[in-house]
């Protein structure tokens, strides 16, 4: 049992974190270069981004922090303190998690619809789609840092 609980922990401590390193990315990173290469390219470029992303391991690291984690809560129930550590840590990703397909994804959905973009349209495209986009992006970014900071915490705290 102690070898699953230490997987389910591992996964979970793992997941969370590619999770917060790729929405951290985001927004460091990947929004500013496509804002930087102009309206009609950054609306091409997201929407192959949209389409790309959709796949089983993008699937498997973004749910299974959730996943992981809740199962990480289950099997350590009996660890008073970790337990603690590792429900707020979860439900920090939860929050993630909800403004994702609350916000984020509806957003690309309809970035995509809107299909093929002119040059004279691009403009009011992108900005349509980028303001809130980079917005609600580091509010999950962050949520979802805080917790995989608070799981990291926990175990710190917790070693012994």
């Known amino acids: 049992?102690?070898?699953?609980?230490?997987?389910?922990?591992v996964l979970a401590v793992t997941t969370v974190g590619l999770s917060?390193?790729?929405?951290?990315?985001?927004?460091?990173?990947?929004?500013?270069?496509?804002?930087?290469?102009g309206a009609q390219v950054a609306v091409v470029a997201m929407q192959r981004i949209n389409a790309a992303i959709l796949?089983?391991?993008?699937?498997?690291?973004?749910f299974g922090g959730l996943v992981f984690g809740v199962l990480g809560i289950a099997l350590w129930w009996q660890e008073t303190t970790l337990r603690w550590w590792l429900i707020v840590a979860v439900v920090l990703y939860l929050v993630a998690?909800?403004?994702?397909?609350?916000?984020n994804v509806p957003l690309n959905t309809r970035l995509d619809g809107a299909g093929s973009v002119s040059a004279a349209d691009a403009p009011t495209v992108w900005e349509d789609f980028v303001r809130p986009w980079v917005r609600w992006?580091?509010?999950?970014?962050?949520?979802?840092?805080?917790?995989?900071?608070?799981?990291?915490?926990?175990l710190v705290q917790t070693r012994g």
Not at 1 to 9: A, E, K, P, T
Not at 20 to 37: K, T
Not at 55 to 62: D, G, Q
Request: proline share 3%; aromatic share 10%; net charge positive.
């Open 20 to 37: 917060a390193g790729l929405l951290s990315a985001f927004a460091y990173a990947v929004m500013p270069g496509l804002d930087r290469a």
């Open 1 to 9: 049992m102690s070898q699953l609980r230490d997987g389910i922990l």
């Open 97 to 103: 998690l909800l403004i994702t397909m609350g916000i």
């Open 55 to 62: 796949n089983p391991v993008f699937a498997l690291i973004f």
């Open 137 to 154: 992006n580091i509010v999950r970014a962050f949520a979802a840092v805080a917790g995989f900071v608070v799981m990291l915490v926990g």
